[in-house]
C-alpha cells in the first residue's frame, strides 16, 4: 500500500483538526465516529437518557447583579461559575462583585485576561528616544523590559568595551529598577556595548545580549510602549507560573494608566498592553486611568492555578493479510499522534506530542525528512494547505521536532528533551560541537551556585542518530553582507553562525562571536543564502608593530540531506563540570560521530582557575580520533570553495591560556597581561583545527599586555611563536607606546620583529625582518579625524622589506553621513580604503566603499596581472510605510580573476493585510584560467489576508552556469507555491493549493525531475443542520520523480494524472449514515525512467452505509466499482467493517476488503485486498 505525500501530510495535520474542532474525518475503511448522542437534539434518541431522567430540580431565580456598592467584606467560601457567559452555579455575593467588575471593566475598554501556564519569559533593554549612534560623554536613557519582574528582585545596566585591552571588559555598572529607567552618561572606552542583567534573591541572573552603542538600534521598538520582544541570550532565574494580560483602549491624551502597581504607556490610539507572569495564587489586579477627564480604579479577581493541563491524541493500527495474485503476505499499518502540554504543581513543565503519519508500524517513528522534491517544497511553505475541512482550524507548533515524537520535562532551567537541539557542547575551546540534532538531550545544574552566577555542579548530554550530514563553511569577510552557502536544501532550523578573528598566519582562533537568527542575519533555506545585518569586513584592523592583522571569517555550521544516499550513524556527547569553590573549575567533554564507515572522536579534561570575572587561568588536554572534521573555505562570499580536509588519524592537544587584570594582581594601574600555550600532534582534529602530515606536530605560544603608565601613556607588547616539525615557524615580537599629547592629539610609536620560514614559500618569505612604525592621530573638530603613519625595515634578513607610508582620516558629514578613508604606498604596492556610509532613525542605510590590499591572496588563486581591488556598494532604503528595498553589489579584480555578487531586495506592503517580498542575487566569476560561470538566484513571496480571503505565494529560482575549477556548471532549480482559503460563508468553505518543483541537477543536492501538484478543495458543513456533509476535492498531479512505496529509495510509478473526487454523507437518523464517493482519473503512467507513458484513466465509485449504536457497536460496508478505461475492465470491491467500542475511548475493528484497491485513484499499487485488524483509540 502506497501513500503520496498529500494523505501523509493530511495525516499529519489530522491531529491539529480535532484539537480545534473536535470533529474527526476518518478514512473509508474505518467505522464513523459521530457519536449521536452529543448532537443538539431537542429530543434525546433512545439508549441516550442520563441516569438522571426524570428526576426535578428547583433552582431559584437569582438576585439583580447589576453595580451596587461593594460590601464590607465577602463571607464563607462562596464562588460563581459561569461558562461562555452563562451563570450555572453562583454564590450571589461573589457572583455581585464579578459581575460588577466586569461591568466597569467594560465601560472602560479594559480587558484582563488570564492566559494561562507555560509562557515564555521575556527580558529586553531599550534605548529610549529617537535612535541615534552614542559615545563617551554622551547622557543615554535605557528602559528595562521584562514581564517577570515577580520573580526579580534587583536589575543592573553593565557597560562592556569590546576593545579594551585584553579583550572585553565591564567598565561600568549602573543600578536600574526592573521595567523602570535609567539615565546615564556614557563611560569612556573604545567600542562600549550595553548589558541588562536581573537577579533573583539567591543571586542567579538572567541577561540580555550587548547591544552596540556606536550604531543605531534598527529594531522596531516603540519608545516607552510594551513590545513583547525578548533579546535574553543567558537564563538562570527559574520561573514558573502564569500569565495575567491587561489591555485597554481609548484612553484620552493626558491620562496616566496604572496596573499592578505599574505605570503603563499608551500608543499614539490611546491603547495600552502589558502582561506579567506571577506565581500560583489568588491576585487581585488593580487597573487605573486617571487624570484628562477620566477617573476608573478597578480591581479583578484573578486566580493563577499551580497546575494546568491541555491534551488529545489518537491511535490507529491496522494488521492485516494481502491477497497478491494469489500470494497471502501480511502488513501492518499504523498511526500516532497527541499533543499534551502542562505544568505540574511541583513545577515541572511538561510538553510532548507524536504524530508519525501513516506507515508500516516499525516505520513509525523514523525521521520524516524524505529527500524527494515534495520535501523542498515544505521547506518553503511549511504552513502548507491542504483540501479544506470547513472547520477553520489552524495548527500551532509548540513541539520543535524533526522526527515523529517530541518531550520535553522542564523545571527550573533543567530538562530532558527528545526533539529537535542545539549540541551547546561549551566550556572548553578544543571540544566544541555546533550542530543542531534530533534526539535525547538533558541538562542539570545545580540550584547553588558561584559568586559570577555559575552552577556550582553542571551535567550535559545528548544523543542522536542524525539522518543529515554536516556542513561547515568558512568565509573571509568580504565588506559586504551577502554570502552564499556551498550547498542548497538546508534543512530547516540547523544553521549556526559565528564571526571569528583568526591569526591568518597559523590559523589560530582568537575569538569567536555567536550570531541570532532574525537579528544579526536572514537565511534562506532552500537556496542556501545568509545575508548579514552589517557588512563584515575583512580584517580587524592594523598592527601598530608590524604583521598582518587579524583576520574576520564567517563560519556557518549546518545541517543537510544528502539527495541519492542514506546516512546512517550516532552523534553523541555530553559535558560535567563543577566548581570546587568560588575560583576552581573542573570539567570533562566528549563527542562522538560515528558514521558506519569512519567515527570520529573527540574527548577532553580542562581545569580553570578564575580570581575575578576578567582574571582567569584555563588548562585543557584533548585526544581526537578518526578521520577529522572538514570544511570549506571561500574568499568571495562563495562563489568558489576550496575544500579543506580532516586530519586522518588520533591526535592530542593541549591548550593553556591565562589573563589577569592589573588590578587583581595588586598592581595599582590599568591593564591586562594575557598568555598563552597550545600544543598539537599530527592528527589532531576539531572543528576549527585540522593537524596534518602537512605542517606535522604543531606548537603555539604567546604573551601580551598593555599597561596605562600614567593617565597620557599606554605602553603594550606582544610576542607569538608558532613551530611545527616539518621545520617552519613564525615568531613575531613588537612593543608599543601610545601617548596623549594633547586632547586632540595622540602619537604612538612601535617596534616589530619577524622571523619565519615556509618550506614551500619564496626565498622573500622566508627570513626576519625589523621594522619600526610611528602613527599620528589628531581630532580636528567634533566632526573631523585625521591621520598618518609610517612604517620603516631597519634590518632584514631574507625576508623582503615592508616599508610603508599613508595618511587617512575621517569626516562626519551629518548626523547621518561619515566618510573614511585611507591611502597608502610601500614596498607590496599601493594600498588604500574608502568608505561612505549613511544611517538615520527611520531604518535606511547606504555605504560605498573601495579596498586594495597589498599583498593580499584569494583561495585558490594565484595573482596574474595587477590587483586592482574591490568595490562593495550597497543600503536599505525606506521608501514609505509601505515599501522597504535593499540592494548590494561586490565587484573584485584580483589580476584576471574578476569576481561579481549583487544582491537585490525589496519588501512592499500596501496595506496591513497584503505584504510581497523580492529578493535577487547574482553572482558572476571570470579567469583566464579554469573558471568562468554565473549564478542567478530569485526568491519572490507574497502574501494577503483579511476575514474571508488568504492568499500565499512562493517562487525560489536558481540557475548555474559555466565552469569552475575546471568542472562544467549547469543546474537549474524552480520551486513555486501557491495557497489560497476562500470563506464563501458560515457554511461553506473553498481551498486552492499549488505546488511545482522543477529541477536539473546532478543530484547532489536534489533530485532530478520534475513534480507538480494542484489541488483545488470544497467543503460544505451546515452548522445549524449538519445532517449533509460534502468534501469536494479537483487535483492534477505530475510526478516525474518517481512514487516512492514503503520507504523504498529506488524511483518508482511516474505518473501524469487529473484526479476529481466528491465525498458526501447523510444522517437519516441518529443510527444510520449512507455515504458515497464519486472519482475520476485521467492519467499517463510509466513504470521507469526508460519506459514510454501509456494511458490509464479509471472511474471510482463508492457508496457505503453505516450503522452506530451509542457505545456499543460501529458497523460499515462499503461497495467499490474501479473501472479501467482503456483495457475496459471493471472490479468489484467489498470493504466491510465491524467495530466494538471497548470504552469511551477505545474500539476494536475486523473487516475485509475484497477489492485489491484503495480509494485514492493516484495509489497505483493494486495491493489493498485482504482480512485487517484496526483498533483506534482517542482521548
Given at each position: ?9 493530511l495525516c499529519t ?6 484539537a ?10 474505518t467505522a ?9 437534539y ?5 439508549g441516550c ?6 428526576e426535578v430540580?428547583?433552582i431559584?431565580?437569582?438576585e439583580n447583579t ?11 467560601a462562596?464562588f460563581s ?6 451563570t ?6 461573589v457572583e ?5 467588575a466586569?461591568i466597569?471593566l ?9 492566559d494561562?501556564l ?5 527580558l529586553?533593554?531599550e534605548?529610549s ?13 535605557l ?10 528582585s534587583r ?12 579583550g572585553?571588559k565591564t ?5 536600574i ?22 537577579y533573583?534573591e539567591k543571586?542567579r541572573?538572567?541577561?540580555?545580549a550587548?547591544?552596540?552603542l556606536a550604531a543605531?538600534d534598527?529594531r522596531p521598538?516603540?519608545d516607552?510602549v510594551?513590545d513583547?520582544s ?5 537564563r538562570r ?10 489591555s485597554?483602549?481609548g ?5 496616566t ?9 499608551t500608543?499614539g490610539?490611546?491603547?495600552?498592553v ?10 487581585g489586579?488593580d ?5 484628562a477627564?477620566q477617573s476608573?480604579?478597578i ?5 493563577v492555578?499551580s497546575?494546568?493541563?491541555?491534551y ?7 494488521y492485516g493479510?494481502r491477497n497478491d495474485?494469489?500470494d ?11 499533543f499534551?502540554?502542562g505544568?505540574?504543581?511541583?513545577g515541572?513543565?511538561?510538553t ?11 516505520e513509525?517513528?523514523h ?11 515544505d521547506?518553503i ?5 491542504y483540501?479544506?475541512?470547513?472547520d477553520?482550524?489552524?495548527i500551532?507548533?509548540?513541539t ?9 520535562v522542564?523545571r527550573d532551567g ?8 542545539d ?5 572548553s575551546?578544543l571540544?566544541?560541537n555546533?550542530?543542531?540534532?534530533y534526539?535525547f538531550?538533558?541538562?542539570w ?14 551535567l550535559?548530554a545528548?544523543?542522536?542518530k542524525?539522518d543529515?550530514l554536516?556542513?561547515r ?7 559586504g553582507?551577502?554570502?552564499f552557502?556551498d550547498r542548497?536544501e538546508?534543512?530547516n532550523?540547523?544553521?549556526?553562525l559565528f564571526i ?15 550570531l541570532v ?15 548579514l545585518t ?7 584592523g ?9 583576520e574576520?571569517?564567517l563560519?556557518a555550521?549546518?545541517?543537510?540531506t ?7 550513524g550516532?552523534?553523541?556527547?555530553g559535558?560535567?563540570?563543577a566548581?570546587?569553590?568560588d575560583q576552581w ?6 563527542m562522538?560521530e560515528q558514521?558506519?564507515?569512519?567515527d570520529?572522536?573527540l574527548v577532553?579534561?580542562d581545569?580553570m582557575y578564575r580570581?575575578?570575572e576578567?582574571?582567569y ?8 580520533d578518526?578521520p577529522?572534521?572538514g570544511?570549506?573555505?571561500?574568499s568571495?562570499?562563495?562563489?568558489v570553495?576550496?575544500s ?8 592530542t592537544?593541549?591548550?593553556?591560556d591565562?589573563s ?17 600555550f597550545?600544543e598539537?600532534?599530527e592528527g589532531?582534529?576539531?572543528l ?5 602530515d602537512t605542517?606535522g ?5 604567546g604573551i601580551?599586555g ?7 601613556v599606554?605602553?603594550s607588547f ?18 608599543a607606546?601610545?601617548?596623549a599629547?594633547t586632547?586632540r ?6 617596534l ?10 619564496s626565498e ?14 589628531y581630532?580636528?573638530?567634533?566632526r573631523?579625524?585625521?591621520?598618518g ?5 631597519i634590518t ?5 622589506a615592508d ?9 562626519r ?11 597608502s ?23 560605498l566603499?573601495?579596498e586594495l590590499?597589498p599583498g ?8 596574474s596581472g595587477?590587483?586592482?581591488g574591490?568595490v562593495?556598494s ?6 514609505n510605510e509601505?515599501?522597504t ?5 561586490t ?11 549583487q ?16 529578493a535577487?542575487e547574482?553572482g558572476q566569476?571570470k579567469?583566464d584560467?579554469?573558471s568562468d ?9 507574497t ?8 492568499v ?6 536558481r540557475r ?10 549547469d ?8 495557497d489560497?482559503?476562500y470563506?464563501i460563508d458560515?457554511r461553506q468553505r473553498?481551498?486552492f493549493s499549488?505546488e511545482?518543483a ?5 543530484e ?6 520534475t513534480f507538480?501538484e494542484?489541488?483545488?478543495g470544497?467543503?460544505f458543513?451546515?452548522i445549524d443542520?449538519d445532517k449533509?456533509?460534502?468534501l ?8 516525474l ?10 524511483d518508482g510509478i ?16 441518529p ?8 472519482g475520476?482519473r ?10 514510454p507513458?501509456v ?5 471510482l ?6 450503522y452506530h449504536?451509542?457505545?456499543?457497536w460501529d458497523?460499515?460496508l462499503e461497495?467499490r466499482?474501479?473501472?479501467t ?23 476494536v475493528g ?5 477489492g485489491?484497491f484503495s480509494?485514492?485513484l493516484?495509489d497505483l499499487?493494486r ?13
Amino acid at each position: 500500500m502506497s501513500f503520496d505525500p498529500v494523505v501523509r501530510r493530511l495525516c499529519t495535520s489530522g491531529i491539529a483538526i480535532a484539537a480545534s474542532s473536535g470533529l474527526w474525518l476518518m478514512p473509508s475503511n474505518t467505522a464513523a465516529q459521530t457519536d449521536p448522542c452529543v448532537a443538539p437534539y431537542a429530543t434525546l434518541p433512545a439508549g441516550c437518557e442520563p441516569l438522571s431522567a426524570g428526576e426535578v430540580t428547583t433552582i431559584t431565580t437569582g438576585e439583580n447583579t447589576e453595580p451596587v456598592s461593594l460590601p464590607a467584606s465577602i463571607s464563607g467560601a462562596g464562588f460563581s461559575l459561569t461558562i461562555n457567559g452563562q451563570t450555572l452555579v453562583s454564590d450571589r455575593t461573589v457572583e455581585s462583585i464579578a459581575r460588577q467588575a466586569d461591568i466597569k471593566l467594560a465601560d472602560a475598554d479594559i480587558r484582563v485576561s488570564f492566559d494561562g501556564l507555560g509562557h515564555d519569559p521575556r527580558l529586553d533593554l531599550e534605548i529610549s528616544g529617537t535612535p541615534r549612534i552614542y559615545g563617551p560623554g554622551d547622557r543615554i536613557q535605557l528602559q528595562s523590559a521584562l514581564n517577570y519582574p515577580a520573580y526579580v528582585s534587583r536589575g543592573e545596566i553593565r557597560f562592556i568595551d569590546r576593545a579594551a585591552p585584553g579583550g572585553p571588559k565591564t567598565i561600568m555598572t549602573a543600578p536600574i529598577t526592573p521595567n523602570g529607567q535609567a539615565n546615564v552618561t556614557v563611560p569612556e572606552g573604545r567600542d562600549i556595548y550595553v548589558v541588562h542583567r536581573v537577579y533573583d534573591e539567591k543571586g542567579r541572573y538572567d541577561e540580555t545580549a550587548p547591544l552596540r552603542l556606536a550604531a543605531l538600534d534598527q529594531r522596531p521598538l516603540a519608545d516607552g510602549v510594551e513590545d513583547g520582544s525578548d533579546n535574553t541570550i543567558r537564563r538562570r532565574i527559574p520561573v514558573h507560573g502564569g500569565a495575567v494580560t491587561i489591555s485597554g483602549s481609548g484612553v484620552v491624551p493626558g491620562a496616566t494608566v496604572t496596573a499592578m502597581g505599574e505605570r503603563v504607556a499608551t500608543d499614539g490610539s490611546g491603547g495600552f498592553v502589558i502582561q506579567r507572569i506571577l506565581p500560583p495564587g489568588d491576585y487581585g489586579i488593580d487597573v487605573k486611568v486617571n487624570g484628562a477627564g477620566q477617573s476608573t480604579a478597578i480591581v479583578r479577581d484573578v486566580e493563577v492555578p499551580s497546575s494546568q493541563w491541555i491534551y488529545v491524541g489518537t491511535a490507529d493500527l491496522t494488521y492485516g493479510i494481502r491477497n497478491d495474485d494469489g500470494d497471502r503476505s501480511t502488513y501492518d499499518r499504523g498511526r500516532l499522534a497527541f499533543f499534551a502540554d502542562g505544568r505540574t504543581a511541583t513545577g515541572f513543565r511538561i510538553t510532548a506530542s507524536a504524530d508519525t503519519g501513516e506507515d508500516e508500524v516499525s516505520e513509525l517513528f523514523h525521521r520524516l525528512n524524505k529527500k524527494d522534491p515534495q520535501s523542498v517544497l515544505d521547506q518553503i511553505d511549511p504552513d502548507d494547505l491542504y483540501p479544506t475541512y470547513g472547520d477553520d482550524s489552524t495548527i500551532e507548533d509548540r513541539t520543535p521536532t524533526s522526527g515523529a515524537i517530541f518531550l520535553r520535562v522542564e523545571r527550573d532551567g533543567n530538562y530532558l528533551q527528545w526533539g529537535d537541539f542545539d549540541a551547546e557542547l561549551g566550556g572548553s575551546d578544543l571540544v566544541r560541537n555546533d550542530r543542531n540534532l534530533y534526539g535525547f538531550s538533558g541538562y542539570w545544574g545545580s540550584p547553588d551556585q558561584t559568586s559570577f552566577g555559575e552552577p556550582k555542579a553542571a551535567l550535559l548530554a545528548y544523543g542522536a542518530k542524525p539522518d543529515q550530514l554536516p556542513q561547515r563553511d568558512v568565509f573571509l569577510g568580504t565588506g559586504g553582507s551577502v554570502y552564499f552557502l556551498d550547498r542548497q536544501e538546508l534543512t530547516n532550523g540547523t544553521e549556526n553562525l559565528f564571526i571569528q578573528l583568526r591569526d591568518p598566519d597559523t590559523g589560530r582562533v582568537i575569538e569567536t562571536t555567536p550570531l541570532v537568527v532574525g537579528r544579526d542575519y536572514q537565511i534562506n533555506y532552500v537556496q542556501g543564502i545568509v545575508t548579514l545585518t552589517e557588512p563584515l569586513q575583512s580584517g580587524s584592523g592594523t598592527r601598530l608593530g608590524g604583521g598582518d592583522s587579524a583576520e574576520v571569517v564567517l563560519v556557518a555550521q549546518y545541517e543537510y540531506t544528502p539527495a541519492i544516499s542514506d546516512v546512517d550513524g550516532y552523534a553523541y556527547g555530553g559535558r560535567a563540570e563543577a566548581w570546587l569553590n568560588d575560583q576552581w573549575r573542573v570539567g570533562v567533554s566528549g563527542m562522538v560521530e560515528q558514521t558506519g564507515v569512519d567515527d570520529q572522536s573527540l574527548v577532553g579534561v580542562d581545569l580553570m582557575y578564575r580570581l575575578s570575572e576578567n582574571s582567569y587561568v584555563k588548562a585543557e588536554v584533548a585526544k581526537s580520533d578518526g578521520p577529522g572534521f572538514g570544511s570549506n573555505f571561500s574568499s568571495n562570499g562563495g562563489l568558489v570553495f576550496d575544500s579543506i580536509d580532516g586530519a586522518r588519524g588520533s591526535g592530542t592537544a593541549t591548550k593553556i591560556d591565562a589573563s589577569f587584570e592589573l588590578a587583581d594582581l595588586g598592581i595599582a594601574r590599568d591593564g591586562n597581561i594575557s598568555a598563552y600555550f597550545e600544543e598539537r600532534s599530527e592528527g589532531f582534529s576539531s572543528l576549527d583545527t585540522q593537524v596534518t602530515d602537512t605542517t606535522g606536530n604543531e606548537t603555539f605560544w604567546g604573551i601580551a599586555g598593555q599597561i596605562a603608565a600614567s593617565e597620557a601613556v599606554d605602553l603594550s607588547f606582544a610576542y607569538d611563536s608558532y613551530e611545527n616539525e616539518v621545520g617552519e615557524f613564525d615568531k613575531s615580537a613588537a612593543i608599543a607606546a601610545k601617548v596623549a599629547v594633547t586632547e586632540r592629539l595622540t602619537v604612538a610609536a612601535g617596534l616589530g620583529y619577524e622571523d619565519k620560514k615556509d618550506i614551500s614559500g619564496s626565498e622573500t618569505e622566508n627570513g626576519n625582518r625589523t621594522t619600526i612604525s610611528a602613527r599620528a592621530h589628531y581630532e580636528l573638530n567634533d566632526r573631523a579625524t585625521i591621520y598618518g603613519f609610517g612604517r620603516s625595515t631597519i634590518t632584514r634578513d631574507g625576508l623582503e622589506a615592508d616599508d610603508r607610508i599613508g595618511l587617512g582620516g575621517s569626516y562626519r558629514f551629518s548626523d547621518n553621513w561619515t566618510a573614511t578613508g585611507e591611502v597608502s604606498d610601500g614596498d607590496k604596492g599601493v594600498g588604500g580604503r574608502l568608505l561612505a556610509s549613511y544611517s538615520d532613525e527611520a531604518g535606511n542605510t547606504f555605504y560605498l566603499g573601495y579596498e586594495l590590499e597589498p599583498g593580499r591572496e584569494v583561495a585558490g588563486r594565484t595573482l596574474s596581472g595587477q590587483d586592482r581591488g574591490q568595490v562593495v556598494s550597497g543600503g536599505r532604503r525606506v521608501v514609505n510605510e509601505q515599501v522597504t528595498v535593499f540592494g548590494e553589489g561586490t565587484y573584485d579584480v584580483f589580476g584576471d580573476y574578476r569576481s561579481l555578487t549583487q544582491s537585490y531586495g525589496l519588501t512592499f506592503e500596501p496595506v496591513d493585510a497584503w505584504s510581497s517580498t523580492v529578493a535577487i542575487e547574482v553572482g558572476q566569476v571570470k579567469d583566464d584560467f579554469d573558471s568562468d560561470f554565473e549564478r542567478r538566484a530569485i526568491s519572490l513571496g507574497t502574501r494577503y489576508a483579511n476575514e474571508d480571503l488568504t492568499v500565499a505565494g512562493r517562487v525560489e529560482m536558481r540557475r548555474d552556469e559555466g565552469i569552475n575549477s575546471g568542472n562544467p556548471l549547469d543546474t537549474d532549480t524552480l520551486f513555486l507555491t501557491l495557497d489560497s482559503s476562500y470563506k464563501i460563508d458560515e457554511r461553506q468553505r473553498l481551498v486552492f493549493s499549488f505546488e511545482h518543483a522543477k529541477t536539473k541537477t546532478d543530484e547532489s543536492d536534489v533530485l532530478d525531475g520534475t513534480f507538480t501538484e494542484l489541488t483545488l478543495g470544497y467543503a460544505f458543513r451546515p452548522i445549524d443542520n449538519d445532517k449533509l456533509n460534502v468534501l469536494a476535492r479537483y487535483r492534477y498531479l505530475e510526478d516525474l520523480y518517481g512514487q516512492r512505496v514503503d520507504d523504498d529509495d529506488e524511483d518508482g510509478i511516474r505518473q501524469r494524472s487529473h484526479v476529481l473526487s466528491v465525498d458526501a454523507s447523510y444522517d437519516l437518523n441518529p443510527s444510520w449514515t449512507l455515504g458515497g464517493k464519486l472519482g475520476y482519473r485521467l492519467s499517463e503512467t510509466s513504470a521507469t525512467e526508460t519506459d514510454p507513458f501509456v494511458s490509464n484513466d479509471a472511474w471510482l465509485a463508492i457508496a457505503n452505509a453505516r450503522y452506530h449504536l451509542p457505545h456499543e457497536w460501529d458497523v460499515l460496508l462499503e461497495m467499490r466499482k474501479l473501472a479501467t478505461v482503456q483495457s475496459d475492465s471493471s472490479e468489484l470491491g467489498v470493504l466491510a467493517a465491524a467495530y466494538k467500542h471497548v470504552n469511551k475511548n477505545v474500539q476494536v475493528g475486523v473487516g475485509y476488503n475484497f477489492g485489491s484497491f484503495s480509494d485514492d485513484l493516484t495509489d497505483l499499487t493494486r495491493d489493498d485486498e485482504g482480512l485487517f485488524l484496526n483498533v483506534v483509540a482517542s482521548f
